[in-house]
């Protein structure tokens, strides 16, 4: 048996808590993946996937991976070689759809932004005059920061647009349809409030004809996984891969716990919970790190004050109060941390707790 570790709250940039009833639903007994209660299963949870997304994207489910394995979906099946893809950077997951798209084959046209700031639409818009895909990730985790997909949206013209929505999902305003997202990927762990796995995905019908024919991944080429989805003629269901079942059950839990709430209201959740941080950080004295109007509730960034050291607070944090905190990517590394409130943490408690052990810990180690 592996050792049972303490429960500790997880207020950093990478899981959060996951709602008690989605804990409850992952212990039920296994299934098989194409036994008819599953398939059901997996109907209901693309409906879910429908209602949180803000779609009525028949081609919505989620894609057996991480949201890493989302993003790699997305570019695979809409850019190959010489295909444009404009993608919007201000951060590491910005870098990291760089990278993937430059895997593909694309020809890549980075438009950077300096870390902790929106992107700025218009020259995102401006960088191409007739590419494929323009893509922009709507919650950049790496710096605490929220970019207005809508505006992105209503300026695409002919382009695909391509949405990492992993921290907005769940948590934040999220309208597929409205806002004109042709391709979107995200992840569980964050504001969905279920453990890492799965990657919820959508797919427009126009970015469907669109899409590579053949690309270069057998796995995730979305032509095959029509029988696996339920978007193949007739509906059959027929064998693609054995689905994570049990992954799926938690995902099904999670999200009748956000709808029985509401949509709106968890969002108010979320943006209640995020002022309330920023407000209790700042009374403490201390300095946010993104741009003023466009943080991100469900994960804000803070600055390590000069001569504090922020591994020693942040193991402080983690050993005497059980709360694990971020802290800064790359250049940023030690000189920002990143406090997600996510999902279950997304509340007043949770607030109240990680700004009173982190005062405690400055007093005792800053
Ligand atoms: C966490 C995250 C990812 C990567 O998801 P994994 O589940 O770690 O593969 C991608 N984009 C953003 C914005 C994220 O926050």
Redesign the pocket.
Known sequence: MPEILPFRYLFG??PGNAYPEVMAALSHPVIGHLDPAFIDRLDRVSEDLRQVWGTGNPRTWPVSA????G?EAAFLNMVSDGDVAVIAVNGL?GE?MCEVARRCGAEVIKVDHEWGQPIDVDRVLSAHPNPKVIAA?H???STGVRSDIATLGAGKGDALLLV?A??SIGGLELRADDWGIDIGYA?T??CLGVP?GLSPFTVSERAFERRVKDPRSWYFDIGLLGGYVGAAEGHTRTYHHTAPVTMVAGLEAGLDRILAEGLDAVWARHEAAGAALRDGLEAMGLELFAADGHRLPSLTTVKVPDGVNSTGVRAHLLERFDIEIGAGVRAYRDKIWRIGLMGPNASPASVTLVLGALEETLAAVG
Do not use: L, N
Not at 66 to 69: A, R, W
């Open positions: 940039p990478g991480t949201g890493s394995g993003m997951f990291r990730v919650a950049e985790t990492d992993v921290t992840g762990q964050k890492p």
